[in-house]
């Protein structure tokens, strides 16, 4: 067996106790959040070709899959504007930018390779670490990398 460098970490503990996984969740949490309240005042038929990109506090940009409905939505600009500031996840937007970005389209089939299983070694510890984890979705994250869901482990 080989021995692992000194300065090497304990991969559960790397995984449970970092603060950039938890501050990575929370950034996750946040979009999520911010995605959440932007679909909402959007029309029903544009809900499936757009999605929040990203929001600096003044500037949000959305992902539009074709140039078509990127027009509609820029006709429907100032209204957007005006409902999303009332808000108060976005009460500091000033600028809405629409990006068409084709590869992003919903509807377009992903060619994935079939996943390769994990290795027992590697899953084992993935399991470990997710017994170990205090932060809920950290735990899931780490059940589902495994092919377990949280009902089955949590024993």
Same mark, same amino acid.
């Not at 027009?71 to 808000?87: G, H, I, P, S, W």
């Given at each position: 067996?080989?021995?692992?460098?000194?300065?090497?970490?304990? =991969?559960?503990? /790397? /995984?449970?106790?970092?603060? @950039?996984?938890?501050?990575?969740? !929370?950034?996750?949490?946040?979009?999520?959040?911010? #995605?959440?309240?932007? &679909? !909402?005042?959007? !029309?029903?038929?544009?809900?499936?070709?757009?999605?929040?990109?990203?929001?600096? =506090?003044?500037? /949000?940009?959305?992902? %539009?899959?074709?140039?078509?409905?990127?027009?509609?939505?820029?006709? !429907?600009?100032?209204?957007?504007?005006?409902?999303?500031?009332?808000?108060?996840?976005? #009460?500091?937007?000033? %600028?809405?930018?629409?990006? %068409?970005?084709?590869?992003?389209?919903?509807?377009?089939? *992903?060619?994935?390779?079939?996943? &390769?299983?994990?290795?027992?070694?590697?899953? @084992?510890? *993935?399991?470990?670490?997710?017994?170990?984890?205090?932060?809920?979705?950290?735990?899931?994250?780490?059940?589902?990398?495994? =092919?377990?869901?949280?009902?089955?482990?949590?024993?």
């Amino acid at each position: 067996m080989k021995r692992r460098p000194h300065y090497a970490k304990d =991969g559960i503990k /790397l /995984l449970t106790n970092s603060q @950039q996984i938890t501050q990575l969740l !929370q950034v996750n949490q946040d979009q999520a959040a911010l #995605a959440a309240v932007f &679909q !909402q005042y959007l !029309q029903p038929a544009a809900r499936e070709f757009c999605k929040l990109s990203s929001f600096n =506090g003044h500037t /949000l940009t959305i992902a %539009v899959y074709n140039s078509m409905w990127a027009t509609r939505l820029r006709y !429907q600009q100032q209204r957007l504007l005006t409902q999303l500031r009332a808000t108060e996840a976005f #009460a500091k937007l000033e %600028v809405i930018q629409f990006k %068409v970005m084709p590869q992003y389209e919903q509807s377009a089939p *992903l060619s994935v390779a079939e996943p &390769q299983p994990i290795p027992a070694s590697a899953s @084992q510890t *993935l399991a470990n670490a997710a017994k170990q984890a205090e932060n809920p979705e950290l735990k899931a994250t780490l059940l589902r990398l495994i =092919g377990q869901n949280e009902k089955s482990h949590s024993s």
